[in-house]
């Protein structure tokens, strides 16, 4: 089974700065999604298929990576980008979607 | 446009028994595979089970046995039946749509019902 690790736990930003956020696996994935989730709702789509972004996503957000380590990046944090941002893949063989533990997302 | 409403959640004793629905719409529900996740009290995103569009169902070691997804192509509702419950259950239930893009997300997700499991 594979474990995502993401880091660091906690980001604290000022607005403007260049942010970037890891996602680790315990061994090699194709692909790696991202949702951003605020309090009080409910996880949303924000980059699918490592480098995607989903609909409605802004540009300054990029997504990153190969084999066991992938990224988020945002390239001038805004105020409204406080949350806290969850990485997934999925295997095929056993059939099973697993979470990153989450990286929360303060601005300053 | 697309919309997942969950229903369902409440307050159950340990070792009872749950069922939780998901009504879809906007979208050929048969069509796609769907999937319940759950976020616990401590945040923590944990996949609960599958069904594909042809019926194929899964579901992770920790709720094998105890939990049955199944969906209703006819009326649009997708199902989650929940016995033997236990405390580390309680958590926020989301019902999503696996997309059809590669490396499978979920690109849709409803509002969630919420279970509490406890004495």
Redesign the interface.
């Known amino acids: 089974q594979i474990v995502l690790s993401q880091s660091p736990a906690i980001l604290s930003a000022s607005p403007g700065e260049k942010v970037t956020m890891t996602c680790r696996a315990s061994s090699s994935v ?4 991202w ?1 951003q989730q605020k309090p009080g709702s ?4 924000w980059i ?3 480098s ?1 972004l ?1 609909s409605g996503v802004p540009a300054r957000f990029s997504g990153s990576g190969s084999g066991t380590s992938y990224s988020l990046t945002i390239s001038r944090v805004e105020a409204e980008d406080a949350a ?1 941002y ?1 990485c ?3 295997s095929s063989n ?6 990153g ?2 990286t929360k997302l303060e601005i300053k | 446009e697309v919309k997942l409403v969950e229903s369902g959640g409440g307050l159950v004793k340990p070792g009872g028994s749950l069922k939780l629905s998901c009504a879809a719409s906007g979208f050929t529900f048969s069509s796609y595979a769907m ?1 319940w ?1 759950r976020q616990t009290p401590e ?5 609960v089970a ?1 069904i594909s569009s042809g019926g194929s169902t ?1 579901y ?1 070691d920790s709720v094998k046995g105890r939990f049955t997804i199944s969906r209703d192509n006819a009326r649009n509702i997708l199902y989650l039946q929940m016995s033997s419950l236990r405390s580390e259950d309680t958590a926020m239930y ?1 019902c999503a749509r696996a ?1 059809t ?12 019902t919420t279970l509490t499991v406890s004495s």
């Not at chain 1, 056993?94 to 979470?99: G, I, L, N, S, V």
């Not at chain 2, 945040?43 to 996949?47: I, N, P």
């Open positions: 194709s692909y790696m999604h949702y409910s996880p949303k789509p699918y298929a490592t995607n989903a806290t969850y997934q893949q999925w056993p059939h099973m979607y697993t979470f533990g989450g | 999937s996740v945040k923590r995103l944990e996949w599958s899964y992770p989301y997309s893009t590669t490396g499978r997300d979920f690109d849709y997700w409803g509002q969630g």
